[in-house]
């Protein structure tokens, strides 16, 4: 398997409603990052979320992480239409100066 | 707001010719990577470039692929001999400190296409 699977592969909701996207990882991770990127177009960094902490928040964004089942989950609430896009979760293994990217969720927000 | 640019945004190219992708990172960032995305699937790490030289670099980054800060604020790939294969987007990026530990910013990306 790969690291940095999200799921779903695909989701689709209402504006206004919330959009829950998980990722699984296999390695240890020093820290785990959430990237949008809309058709298109390059990456933009949502949030990183480091290995010590459970959640963080940023605006509409709630990222959680549990290192004990390599997992982690990125809330969007209250969605906009704009929020559509390809959602990506990345993590930096331990000691490795790379990031991996995960294979993505597409949100899909209906106005 | 600092960013980083990439050129071309869209570059086409006959199949074993040479291609240079150019990138400007955020001037004070000392660490650069590239990364591409082929169509439909998921981004892929290339190389990172720290103090003038390579740090690391993935499997994909084989001789047919070189990386140069060749004035200070440039940062290139180049590809030798394209491949049909090597059609992606390529991603250009750059963080202040260790990527992970500071967000990292990319660029809009080059869309390659090999003919």
């Known amino acids: 398997s790969q690291q940095g699977e999200e799921d779903p592969q695909a989701l689709s909701i209402q504006e206004g409603e919330n959009a829950t996207m998980n990722c699984s990882y296999k390695?240890?991770?020093?820290?785990l990052q959430w990237y949008r990127q809309n058709s298109g177009r390059g990456l933009v960094h949502l949030i990183l979320?480091?290995?010590?902490?459970r959640e963080k928040h940023s605006g509409r964004l709630r990222v959680t992480l549990d290192t004990s089942k390599k997992s982690s989950s990125l809330l969007i609430t209250a969605s906009r239409a704009a929020d559509t896009a390809s959602y990506f979760c990345?993590?930096?293994?331990?000691?490795?100066?790379?990031?991996?990217f995960g294979t993505g969720t597409k949100l899909q927000v209906i106005p | 707001e600092p960013e980083v640019t990439q050129t071309p945004s869209h570059q086409v190219t006959q199949m074993g010719q040479e291609v240079i992708l150019r990138c400007v990172p955020i001037?004070?960032?000392?660490?650069f990577y590239w990364y591409r995305q082929i169509l439909g699937q998921k981004v892929e790490f290339l190389v990172s470039?720290?103090?003038?030289?390579?740090?690391?670099k993935s499997e994909i980054f084989d001789d047919q692929f070189s990386v140069e800060r060749p004035d200070g604020s440039n940062f290139t790939l180049k590809i030798r001999s394209t491949k049909l294969e090597d059609s992606a987007m390529y991603f250009c990026?750059?963080?202040?400190?260790?990527?992970?530990?500071?967000?990292?910013?990319f660029g809009q990306g080059t869309r390659l296409t090999v003919v």
């Open positions: 990026a750059s963080s202040e400190a260790r990527i992970g530990v500071t967000e990292a910013f």
């Open positions: 390695t240890s991770i020093n820290n």
């Open positions: 979320i480091r290995s010590n902490e």
């Open positions: 990345a993590t930096l293994e331990g000691g490795y100066q790379k990031v991996t």
């Open positions: 001037s004070n960032h000392l660490y």
């Open positions: 470039f720290y103090n003038n030289e390579i740090s690391e």
